[in-house]
C-alpha cells in the first residue's frame, strides 16, 4: 500500500513539474493599418459612432490595455504598413502614428513597403518617436543613414525565462511598390530567415516568430520551408483569418495551420486591413518548443469597445488641426464615382479612375495621353459637395506630375505590363487607367486590345506625349523607368483638383473593356 501512495505522490510531482514546464504564450497583432487613426467603413467614411463601422487607435488602446490586464507578459507585434491610406498621414505624416503606437507598447514591428512612400528621412523618424525595436532582416539600408544601426535582423524576448526569437522579412516588391524605396537593397527573404533560424538554433532558442510582410502566398512558401517557425505574423496581401467573420474575401480560419511531414506545425495569422480587426494567439509549447495547444481569433473592434480617453484626445487634436484644411470645398459631382463594381479597387473599367484620368490629362495641356495606375486609387468620390478631404482618401500619394515621351509601341509595352498580374476579384496595382486611350483586355492571356486614341488606332512608331505619376516614371510597380521626364506639377492630386474644380467630368465611357474569357 505504501508502494502504491509513494507511487502516485511521485506521479503527481512528476506530472505537475512537467506542466510547469510548459509555456503559454499570449501574442496580439496588427498588420497594414495605413494611417486608420478613426473607425471607418470600407470606403474610407469617418464614422465613430456608427454601427457598421470599425476599427481606431482609440478601440485598439482599450482592446489593448484589457489584454493586458489578463496576460500580462503577451506579446505585442506589428506586421508593417502604417503609414499611407489616410489623411492623418498625408497631411501630417507619421508623426500622430508613432505617439499613439508607442503608447501601445509594441514588442517589435517591421518595415512595410508603403512605410518607404516618403522616403527613409520620414521612416527613420518614426522609428526615433517610438523607440520600439524595428526588424528588417533582408533589408540593407545606404551607409550614409542612421538606419543600418536602428534596425536589427532579429530580437530574442524572454516569457516566463523561456527565450522567444523573432525574425522580421520585407517584400522584394517593396523597391518597385513604393516610390522612394530605391537607396534600400532587399534580399530574398528565405535564405535569410535559415540563417537566422540557425544562429537563434545555436543559442539555445527553440521558439521562433517570424513577422513578415511577405503577404499570405509567400507566408505559406516560408512555412513549408521552415518547419523551425512556430508562428508566422503576416501582413500585405491584406488577408483577413477570422473563425466567425467568415465571407467570400475571408481567407480562411484563424490560424492557417502548416503541419510538416514530422508532425511539427507552423501557425500563420494575419488581420485584414486598416484597423478592422486586433489578431489574439494563445499557443502552448511544450519544453522542447514544440506546439501541443493553440487557440485564437481576430476580434472585431466595434462600437461594443469602449474609447481610451487619451487616445481620443491625441486623435481629437490632430483632426481639429486637420479639419481646417480636409473640410474646405473643392467642387461639385451630380453623380456618384464609385470605383470597380462591387469592388473596393479601381481595377478594369472604374468611374474614379476614368475621371481622375481625364482630369489629370486636362492639367497637362499639351499632353496627348494620360496613365494612372489602380493602386494609387484608394476610394470612391460622393455625389455632392467634394472636400479636401475626399481628395486625400481617393488619391492619397504625393507624386509629382511628369510628362514622357513615349512611342506607341512603348505605350502598348506599359499596358501589356499593367495587365501582367491582373486578377479579376482582387486589386492588381499596376493596372492602368487612361484618357486619351481605350482598350480592351481578355483575362486569358492579358494582352491589351484594340488599342486606340480617339481618332485612330495607337500606331506603333508614333510618338506621344504622356502624363503620368513620378511613381511610375520612377518604375514603381514594375514599369520601365523614365530618365527623361518632365515635371507639370509637384502633385498629382493638386492637379486633379485643380482640373475638376474648372471642368465637370465627363459621363462613364467604360473605355476600358473586359472582354469574357473564352469557352473551352
Known sequence: MQHHILFFVLFVLTACSTAAENLTIRLLHTNDLHAHLIPWRSENDNCIDSSDCLGGFSRLQTQINQERQRFPELILLDAGDRFSGTAFYTLRKSKDIARLMARMRYDA????????????????????????PFLAANVTFPPNTSLSRKTRPGLTLYRNGTAIGLIGVLTEETKTSSGKARDITILPPLPIIQQQIEDFKKQ???????LSHLG?????????????IDIIVGGHSHTLLSNKNLSPRTGGTYPKV???????????VTAGYGGHYLGTLSVTFNPDGRIISYQGDTIPLDKTIPADSETEKIISEAQTSLDK?????????????????GQTFCTESCAVGEVLADALLAAAGQADIAFLNAGGIRSALPAGMVTVQHMVQTYPFDSEAVTVDLTGREIQAFLTHGLTDYRSDDRTNAFLQTAGLSYAFSENDKKPLNVRTPEEPLLPDKTYTVVLPSFLADGGDGFPPQPHRHVIFPSVREALIRSLSRIPPKSFQNRIQKKEPATP
Open 258 to 268: 502548416i503541419t510538416h511531414p514530422d508532425g511539427t506545425k507552423t501557425l500563420i
Open 109 to 132: 514591428m517591421i518595415p512595410g513597403n508603403h512605410d518607404f512612400d516618403d522616403g527613409l528621412p520620414e521612416l527613420t523618424r518614426f522609428i526615433d518617436n517610438t523607440h520600439i
Open 216 to 228: 499570405m502566398d509567400e507566408d505559406i512558401k516560408i512555412a513549408n520551408a521552415c518547419p523551425d
Open 204 to 210: 539555445g532558442v527553440s521558439i521562433i516568430i517570424l
Open 325 to 341: 484644411i480636409l473640410n474646405t470645398p473643392l467642387f461639385t459631382l451630380e453623380t456618384p464615382l464609385p470605383q470597380t463594381p
